[in-house]
């Protein structure tokens, strides 16, 4: 099996909790928009990869086909499990897909493609899709238009130390250049997530380079993001916006 990027794993490991309370699941527009176009019905199969706690894993169970969720970090497959129950659960990695050949009407990726190997990804998700099969990636993202959301965000991106970022990762040219898929389509959204400032913290936790902090450094940083949302209304209210890409394999 392939190495799972060592932040992820440590981050991912210690925060999967977090992860469960504190991130949001995906807005009913951005899903009826990736189901529509990846076909997903009853009598297909989808295969959730790098699940995490399975977010959007339980949001396809409802469309009745059958979802097999993929999760590297053993943490996460334990909450996921509990968190949807019924749901076929395995270790693997994108570069080592625990699936057999051309057995996959669809694979998903939520929150994630931006920590795998794209040049070993790639062909190993199209070696599992069968022929004109559907790769669909969502992420949500921070609606930083909003003046605290973009403090909160400085003060996280603070504590950045060069991992993997949705926002500044190649992946849409590698995705072109490998040649195995047709051109992506886009959909964007958004969405708001009410919380608590409890909630909150667990949402930064479950970020794993802040997982990863030595816990004085971020017991700093949750002092600083209460400090940040001390006047603010509750529920906070966290804007997000949300990008939806859908592909065939070619």
């Not at 807005?27 to 989808?46: N, Q, S």
Request: overall charge negative.
């Amino acid at each position: 099996m392939s190495a799972t990027h060592p932040t992820a794993a440590a981050g991912f490991a210690r925060a999967a909790d977090d992860y469960e309370r504190g991130r949001p699941g995906y807005p009913p527009e951005a899903i009826a928009h990736l189901v529509a176009e990846l076909g997903l019905w009853e009598g297909t199969t989808v295969l959730d990869l790098a699940a995490g706690t399975g977010k959007l894993t339980r949001m396809l169970q409802a469309t009745g086909a059958t979802v097999i969720a993929v999760e590297p970090v053993e943490a996460m497959r334990r909450v996921l499990a509990e968190a949807v129950p019924g749901v076929e659960v395995r270790p693997g990695t994108a570069e080592a897909i625990p699936a057999p050949t051309g057995s996959l009407d669809a694979v998903t990726v939520a929150q994630a493609f931006h920590w795998f190997d794209a040049r070993r990804a790639l062909p190993e998700i199209h070696r599992t899709l069968r022929p004109g099969g559907g790769l669909g990636l969502i992420w949500n993202s921070f609606d930083t238009s909003v003046d605290w959301v973009a403090a909160l965000q400085a003060l996280v991106h603070a504590h950045q130390r060069g991992e993997p970022q949705y926002g500044r990762s190649a992946w849409r040219e590698e995705l072109a250049a490998c040649g195995l898929f047709e051109p992506l389509s886009e959909h964007i959204c958004g969405h708001t997530q009410a919380l608590s400032t409890a909630d909150l913290l667990a949402r930064i936790g479950s970020t794993s380079y802040i997982a990863t902090l030595p816990e004085a450094d971020r017991d700093r940083l949750y002092g600083e993001i209460r400090a940040l949302v001390a006047d603010l209304p509750r529920p906070l209210l966290l804007p997000y916006r949300t990008d939806t890409f859908v592909t065939r394999s070619a």
